[in-house]
């Protein structure tokens, strides 16, 4: 089953196109928890729940009342109908892991109808869940945010870091980039080698990295150490534009 968590007309925050203007639909369901990220929500049922940034679009037994089920494609494609969009305007797919329903027949149409109106499409992806490019061609018109999780989100290194899927990924589609969410704490323990055996499975893609954060706190704590680190490493540096803008707020 296809869960759809929100959707809302924004700016991309993050990574390689922050600035522009973009549909984000957001699925519900993960592979991963990230409870590393120290992020805590409460849930309807007074449960302080804890994860990533967005623990509720990854916990369906605490958020489910959040979660709609998706039965055909025209009730994805009715979104777009929802905003006054300009054409062809981007459409990002996030979550929670997007991935995790790239062989859904409904997903595939989906991509395909975007596609074939002229949209960009871009994932917002942990990098782990490769997808079949052979037999579903719309893969290769997509562009890919690599975002795979450090040691700092507590996930098994072995689930969290797939060179395969990364290569994959990062070969066959119509672009992709990295992005590492990375925070003080973790600069300071060495992290540049885990971004470099990261690297080594695709080498040439670029790399942006970003603050930790759920607040804006949190992402301000953290951007001074990161920019010193990119520039010592000759990364990009990524705000987290929307959290800077609006905080903790939803739908933006």
């Known amino acids: 089953m296809l869960y759809l968590v929100e959707h809302f007309y924004s700016i991309q925050g993050e990574g390689k196109y922050t600035g522009r203007p973009s549909l984000f639909i957001r699925l519900g369901g993960c592979n991963m928890k990230c409870e590393g990220f120290a992020c805590t929500e409460t849930a309807p049922d007074g449960v302080e ?6 623990v509720y679009a990854v916990n369906k037994e605490h958020f489910s009342q959040n979660w709609v089920p998706i039965n055909k494609a025209t009730e994805l494609l009715s979104i777009l109908d929802l905003y006054e969009l300009p054409d062809a305007v981007d459409v ?3 979550g929670g892991e997007p991935l995790i329903y790239a062989n859904d027949f409904i997903f595939i149409e989906f991509l395909n109808e975007l596609h074939n109106n002229g949209h960009r499409i871009c994932f917002e992806t942990n990098g782990s869940l490769d997808v079949d490019f052979k037999k579903y061609p719309v893969y290769k018109e997509c562009i890919f945010a690599l975002s795979v999780k450090l040691s700092n989100s507590k996930e098994n290194l072995r689930k969290r870091v797939n ?6 990924l990062a070969t066959n589609s119509k672009e992709a980039f990295f992005k590492f969410s990375i925070d003080e704490e973790s600069i300071n323990l060495g992290l540049e080698v885990e971004i470099e055996d990261i690297l080594i499975h695709s ?3 670029e790399v942006y990295c970003m603050p930790v954060g759920g607040s804006k706190a949190e992402v301000e704590k953290n951007t ?15 705000d987290r534009l929307h959290i800077r803008i609006w905080d903790q707020n939803k739908g933006v």
Not at 49 to 54: E, K, N, P, S
Request: one cysteine or more.
């Open 49 to 54: 729940v804890l994860g990533c940034d967005t």
């Open 163 to 168: 060179g395969d899927v990364i290569y994959s």
């Open 92 to 94: 990002v797919l996030t």
């Open 203 to 205: 080498p040439k893609t």
């Open 224 to 238: 001074e150490p990161l920019i010193e680190f990119c520039k010592a490493k000759g990364y990009n540096f990524s």
